[in-house]
């Protein structure tokens, strides 16, 4: 994506995720806000953002980060929330496994804690152990760490899918935990540790 869209792509994710008030506006229950309140109000806070350039990246983002309202005249971003919104998602059935990527410098506090979510309001999983070491290294050197999503569920925790595919719970016990080997990467065999 070039630099300006790219800027401003992120500058759309910070505002329907974590920050409508820097720019004055209002996120509805579910997190929607209007797409022309979203125009003005970018422009009032000198971000020039047009309705066709919302749109656009909308429409191109590789991760289908927003999604538009089914009348067309709202936005919102699918996940990734630490502001308090509703999705609106019913508990699903998850895969028996799903990965969460994460850094190395957080293995230890994780294998103590489980996975938290932080600001955010869910922890994040990927259906894939490519996905996850791109999410986890982010952050840092990655790795991925195998949960047991199966024992989870059956043990009554709730597995939620946005619309865009990223799977969200809301605390992985450590007991659910296991370290990918590198050597794993690509299969799904996982090592406890
Ligand atoms: C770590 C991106 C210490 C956790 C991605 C992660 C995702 C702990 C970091 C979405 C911990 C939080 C979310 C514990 C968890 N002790 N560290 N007990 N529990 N952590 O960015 O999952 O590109 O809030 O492992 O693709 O990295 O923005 O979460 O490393 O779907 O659309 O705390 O963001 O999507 O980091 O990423 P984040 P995440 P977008």
Redesign the pocket.
């Known amino acids: 994506m070039e630099p300006d869209r790219l800027k401003k792509s992120r500058f759309l ?1 910070y505002v329907l ?1 974590h920050d409508p008030d820097k720019i004055g506006i209002r996120l509805d229950r579910g997190g929607w806000v209007l797409i022309e309140d979203l125009v003005s109000r970018s422009r009032a806070a000198g971000v020039s953002l047009s309705e066709e350039l919302i749109r656009e990246i909308v429409r191109t983002c590789d ?1 289908q ?1 927003y999604a538009i309202s089914p009348d067309g005249k709202r936005i919102r ?1 699918n ?2 929330h ?1 502001v308090r919104v509703d999705l609106g998602l019913t508990a699903m059935e998850p895969p028996t496994v799903l990965y ?4 190395t410098r ?1 293995l230890d ?2 294998l ?9 309001i869910h ?4 259906a894939d152990i490519p ?1 996850a070491m ?3 290294s ?2 840092g050197k990655g790795v991925v ?1 195998a949960v047991d999503s199966k024992a989870m569920c059956d043990q009554g925790h709730e597995f939620f899918v946005s619309e ?1 595919g ?1 799977w969200l719970t809301h605390h ?1 016990p450590q007991q659910f935990l296991a370290i990918v080997r590198g050597e794993d990467s690509g299969a799904s065999r996982a090592e406890k540790e």
């Open positions: 994710s995720r991760k980060r971003a996940q990734g630490s969460h990527g994460t850094a957080f506090s994780i103590a804690d489980g996975l938290r979510p932080g600001s955010r922890v994040h999983l990927s996905t791109k999410v986890g982010r952050h760490l865009n990223v992985v």
